[in-house]
């Protein structure tokens, strides 16, 4: 069964801590995505991947990075966590668009 | 701006038919898809239609007018278990990233 494995479901950070959060997929696919989901306010793309070290800024990219240095893994990086960054980070992994993307579990990250 | 819009909530009843719609405002259009999130779960792909048309699969069929930048998806003999969140998704480029709406929660009472 194909899987994409995100590190932690539950994350507490500090304010002004680097966070990062783990995504590995199994699935030798060359796209990946990184969403946060907020009720009320949908998915939404932070940052995407078409390939490794290759990286592109989605629809609210401001306070986080992204690093993809091998095909399999694409992390997410909260380089000073702020209170607005509480939310569900959601990654993805896809073959094109016939196909859907395939989600992990996500990570409810809180930052206190 | 890029904007889907769909209905917040939607109630129908076990074994009843319910169409969920979704209009969309996009720069451009690679494609419409579904998803399905159950709470405390991640979305699963339920559909992609990329020509105007009904797709089926099972229970569900998806349906879309690009001309009216509109599609629906509709689920049949609805089951309790059919009660979830359902997200209308666009392709607005090819590099196959999704604009999501804001999601419709369907509630499947007895």
């Known amino acids: 069964d194909v899987k994409v494995t995100q590190s932690s479901r539950y994350l507490v950070k500090r304010t002004g801590e680097k966070v990062f959060l783990e995504c590995v997929q199994d699935m030798d696919h060359e796209n990946m995505f990184w969403y946060r989901q907020d009720p009320g306010l949908g998915l939404r793309l932070i940052y995407f991947s078409y390939d490794v070290k290759m990286k592109e800024k989605g629809d609210i990219p401001e306070g986080y990075s992204v690093s993809r240095e091998k095909k399999e893994r694409f992390s997410l990086i909260l380089e000073s966590a702020s209170t607005n960054q509480t939310s569900m980070y959601l990654c993805?992994?896809?073959?094109?668009?016939?196909?859907?993307?395939?989600f992990g579990s996500g990570t409810r990250l809180t930052v206190v | 701006g890029q904007s889907l819009e769909q209905p917040s909530e939607v109630t129908a009843v076990e074994g009843a038919i319910v169409q969920i719609n979704c209009t969309y405002q996009t720069s451009g259009f690679y494609g419409l898809s579904w998803y399905q999130q159950h709470d405390g779960g991640a979305p699963t792909f339920l559909s992609y239609n990329a020509l105007d048309g009904l797709e089926e699969t099972g229970r569900f069929s998806s349906f879309l007018s690009r001309s009216d930048s509109y599609g629906y998806l509709l689920l049949q003999e609805l089951q309790m278990k059919d009660s979830a969140s359902y997200f209308c998704?666009?392709?607005?480029?090819?590099?196959?990233?999704?604009?999501f709406g804001s999601g419709t929660r369907l509630l499947v009472r007895p």
């Open positions: 993805a992994s896809s073959p094109g668009p016939i196909y859907g993307y395939t």
């Open positions: 998704a666009v392709g607005v480029d090819s590099s196959y990233k999704l604009i």
